[in-house]
């Protein structure tokens, strides 16, 4: 952040503690994750010595992690979206419906996909921020309505063929310089992302400079951090917390073509219980619930970690389906208490 | 967020007496409303959805059937998990989200203990008593759980909640090693179906005795002063001597009590469990029962017989949606119109809007 404010009046002190509090919690995220993949590393060996099964991890989440900045937005501001998952899935099946019973093509479901999005965002950010209903409440009807919605538009899976589709859903970008050789064949194979993991880190590079350099971005953190005195400083309250709904439905969207284009089909079971999973991505990302601190790195890391954690289990051994919950839940968990313990110890230096 | 919300509570609180009782008045207006444009609704269509008839049920006993018994039976369960969620909503000012995760853990419990780790058991293994016990304390040691991460470490309640809503089902899953038991033991589905004998469904009796035992907590204990007293001002209580940590931790207790008994029931039903699908989605019910009570949902004063009217008007919703045969997995799309016309009607907006002349006096207020 800019070091002109540090030396400025006393409310803007206060913003560089809270700014400080949120390089504290990034350190930690990325420490322990770059801890935890080391220990996979020397420990488990395997597939986590592989680059592929680095980049597999950000093949098989490139949703998520756009849904997670979305979730981090509106969790800066001081509130929480719990239908991204299910506005995930609703996309997912009217993308596919659109493209496979219809005869679409590309451009407008793509188009279909972000409007779906960004319908939920306005719809929802009205309600929060100009009827002042909490957003815990008006997300959950969201999450229901979407859900409702998704099996109302097609109970069967729909699998897709369109062939545009087909072709942007098979663009394999190679990473130069790691790839392997097979020990069998001795064939040296590229490692590759998914075309849906370079807009992902486009958003993620895009919204971190939004949230740090832009007066939009300087805005959300001062609603969450304290509502009244961004009332004073003269900042919107309401039309900024109105678009952070509006940029996470946007996101929610865009997520869920990404996730479109990562499976290829529309199903009732997309995006079930990714809100959860973007939540607790902000967790560990360093976002505090209480609004106000946060950092898009983090829940980029955030989302990393926590992929990293369920593979770390599964390849100890621990394969059944409920040990990943579980370890997930203890992750939440744990960066919850260090949260706030740093929020504890952050009240009595004001004491 | 939660000083928005907070601000008609207190204006509630600081208005003459007149004023608070048009306030109770209007409290209970929405769910009655709802319950009456209900009633109506289906005497218009067809009255024929009240009529109740005796009948034999498959072992030959009778029993009541009907679409309204089966809203007063099938909404037990969440008068249960209303009833507790309104006081960790009215002492922490937020809402628990792994009431349906911990009914599952619940459930899974009780069937551990009555199977004894077999696959499928003809008569009980454990005594249906202590396993129920041993069902409550569980709950209640993961509802302890949820309290202190809530009230010592002061975390969100939907957040520290979000914990054992992701792992509960997996640990669910753990207690019976992932098998799925099956209780052919017709004793252990009293409680969720019928006691020979008797035609009313068993659950209702649960619910009734669970409602009394509340109504006389209340009546007669402080938990209810307490309890609004810690979730409208945490400090000033404090300072008039309670301890605003441990009566946010026992409230949670409590829920943890009563979602045992929801998921005794809900397993009682069937004499089995699927530790996915069990009370899935309920905990936003719960909350819905909440809110459609006329609590605020950021805390303070709570009427749990709202919570519980709100539960069976939801119940009722949902029956009448079955009856005109909307499909299960549609039903979420018309709860949702139904959540957010009743959040609108009654936001704190509308109701600014009502009193438009207090507003800029209550503006300068806060900003002093």
Not at chain 1, 118 to 129: D, K, S
Not at chain 1, 192 to 219: H, N, P, Q
Not at chain 2, 217 to 232: E, K, P
Not at chain 2, 292 to 314: D, P, Q, R, T
Request: include cysteine; aromatic fraction near 8%; proline fraction near 3%.
């Amino acid at each position: 952040m800019p070091n002109d404010i540090a030396v400025d009046k006393q409310g803007r002190i206060k913003n560089r503690v809270s700014m400080s509090d949120t390089n504290l919690l990034l350190t930690i995220t990325v420490v322990v994750f770059f801890a935890m993949y080391a220990f996979a590393v020397f420990f488990l060996g395997g597939s986590f010595t592989k680059p592929q099964s680095f980049l597999n991890i950000l093949n098989n989440n490139a949703s998520l992690i756009v849904l997670s900045c979305g979730m981090s937005i509106v969790m800066i501001t001081g509130g929480i979206d719990i239908s991204v998952g299910a506005v995930t899935g609703l996309v997912c099946m009217c993308c596919a419906v659109y493209l496979e019973n219809h005869g679409g093509n590309l451009v407008v479901a793509i188009l279909i996909g972000l409007g779906v999005g960004l319908a939920f965002g306005i719809v929802q950010g009205f309600l929060v921020a100009h009827l002042g209903i909490q957003p815990f409440i008006v997300s959950l009807a969201g999450m229901f309505f979407a859900k409702g919605m998704t099996t109302i538009v097609s109970k069967e899976p729909v699998r897709v063929t369109n062939e545009s589709f087909m072709a942007l859903k098979n663009i394999r970008v190679t990473v130069p310089g790691l790839g392997a050789y097979n020990s069998k064949t001795g064939n040296y194979i590229p490692a590759y992302v998914e075309i849906g993991v370079l807009i992902a880190l486009a958003v993620v590079v895009i919204m971190f400079i939004v949230l740090r350099w832009t007066k939009l971005g300087r805005s959300f953190y001062a609603v969450g951090g304290n509502n009244q005195s961004a009332n004073m400083l003269g900042i919107n309250v309401r039309r900024t917390k109105f678009l952070a709904h509006v940029l996470c439905g946007l996101l929610a969207g865009l997520g869920g073509i990404l996730y479109f284009l990562h499976v290829g089909s529309g199903d009732v079971a997309n995006g079930a219980g990714d809100e959860m999973n973007a939540i607790a991505a902000s967790i560990i990302g360093g976002t505090l619930l209480t609004g106000g601190v946060g950092n898009i790195a983090g829940t980029f890391f955030g989302v990393l970690s926590l992929n990293t954690i369920k593979r770390i289990v599964s390849s100890m051994g621990f394969d059944e389906a409920w040990w990943s919950n579980i370890t997930v839940a203890a992750m939440i968990c744990l960066f919850l208490i260090i949260q706030s313990v740093v929020l504890m110890r952050k009240n009595k230096k004001k004491v | 967020m939660s000083a928005e919300t907070k601000t008609p509570v207190k204006k509630e609180r600081r208005s003459a007496g007149e004023v608070l009782k048009r306030m109770t008045r209007h409290q209970l207006f929405i769910p009655v409303a709802a319950l009456v444009l209900l009633v109506l609704f289906n005497l218009i269509a067809d009255p024929s959805f009240f009529a109740v008839s005796l009948k034999q049920n498959s072992l030959g006993n009778p029993v009541l059937s009907g679409n309204i018994i089966s809203v007063l039976d099938n909404a037990s369960e969440l008068v249960l998990l209303a009833i507790g969620m309104t006081l960790v909503t009215a002492s922490s000012g937020g809402q628990d989200i792994s009431v349906g995760a911990a009914m599952a853990i619940a459930g899974s419990v009780i069937i551990r203990l009555v199977c004894g780790g077999q696959v499928s058991v003809d008569t009980m293994q454990t005594s249906l008593i202590l396993a129920v016990l041993a069902g409550i304390l569980v709950s209640m040691i993961f509802g302890a759980f949820n309290g202190v991460l809530v009230a010592y470490f002061k975390i969100q309640p939907m957040v520290a909640t979000l914990i054992l809503f992701t792992a509960g089902r997996s640990i669910a899953a753990w207690i019976n090693n992932n098998q799925l038991p099956i209780v052919n033991d017709q004793v252990f589905k009293y409680a969720g179906t019928f006691i020979p004998g008797i035609p009313v469904p068993t659950p209702v009796f649960i619910t009734i005795f669970v409602i009394v035992l509340f109504w006389l907590a209340l009546r007669f204990t402080n938990l209810g002063l307490y309890t609004q007293s810690v979730g409208i001002n945490a400090n000033a209580s404090r300072l008039n001597g309670l301890d605003p940590k441990m009566i946010k931790l026992l409230t949670y207790v409590i829920l943890g009590a009563c979602v045992a008994v929801a998921g005794f029931i809900r397993v009682s039903r069937s004499g089995s469990i699927n530790y996915s699908r069990i009370a899935e989605n309920i905990e936003m019910d719960a909350i819905l029962a909440v809110a459609l009570g006329g609590n605020a949902l950021g805390g303070g004063k709570f009427n749990i017989y709202g919570s519980i009217l709100g539960a069976y008007v939801i119940q009722f919703l949902t029956t009448t949606l079955y009856k005109y045969n909307v499909p299960s997995t549609a039903l979420p799309a018309y709860k949702a119109v139904v959540i957010i016309l009743l959040v609108v009607l009654s936001a704190p907006v509308v109701r600014e809007k009502m009193s438009h002349i207090g507003k800029s006096s209550k503006r300068a207020k806060e900003v002093a």
